[in-house]
Nanobody, 117 residues
């Protein structure tokens, strides 16, 4: 059974940092693209960044560039999202997802990130 489990979310003050982790199990994910998405209350889900076999993609949004970095564990079944200089508008539920081809087929339950003083 495939599982993606996110961790590392929480409450952080503006300007702070968090490192999210996503651990995938149930099969070998070395050839999968693993990505991060987020969804804020009342907003649509938004792509953050992805790690593919060929390298990383994103973040593309100006609001995240230079602050968010995606990386992959050596075993390739874990993906991380380092988030620095967090802002209140980064408050969202952050999801991890995995794609073998062009469509993300496996999703985690999400980890909540709240940026507030």
């Amino acid at each position: 059974q495939v599982q993606l489990v996110e961790s590392g979310g929480g409450l952080v003050q503006p300007g702070g940092s968090l490192r999210l982790s996503c651990a995938a199990s149930g099969r070998t994910f070395s050839s999968y693209t693993m990505g991060w998405f987020r969804q804020a209350p009342g907003k649509e889900r938004e792509f953050v960044a992805a790690s593919t076999r060929f390298g990383t993609r994103g973040p593309y949004a100006d609001s995240m560039k230079g602050r968010f970095t995606i990386s992959r564990g050596n075993a390739k079944n874990t993906v991380y999202l380092q988030m620095n200089s967090l802002r209140p508008e980064d408050t969202a539920l952050y999801y991890c997802a995995a794609a073998r081809d062009s469509e993300y087929e496996f999703w985690g339950q999400g980890t909540q990130v709240t940026v507030s003083s």
